[in-house]
């Protein structure tokens, strides 16, 4: 469904990355990295962490 919606609308966040930026006080980067991601690729299930571990 997230793929029929404009590529901006819509960013989805797994439990752990939510847990993560909760954990640094930080969801300004990975929010940044998942639109840009969103937006330049088209992927709204982009994984912040696992893009930070590769």
Do not use: C, S
């Not at 997230?2 to 640094?24: G, M, N, S, V």
């Amino acid at each position: 469904m997230a793929h029929f919606l404009a590529p901006q609308a819509d960013l989805l966040w797994d439990k752990p990355e939510i847990e993560y930026a909760l954990a640094t006080r930080d969801f300004v980067r990975p929010l940044l990295l998942k639109y840009r991601t969103n937006v330049e690729m088209g992927l709204p299930f982009f994984n912040v962490l696992e893009a930070a571990l590769a």
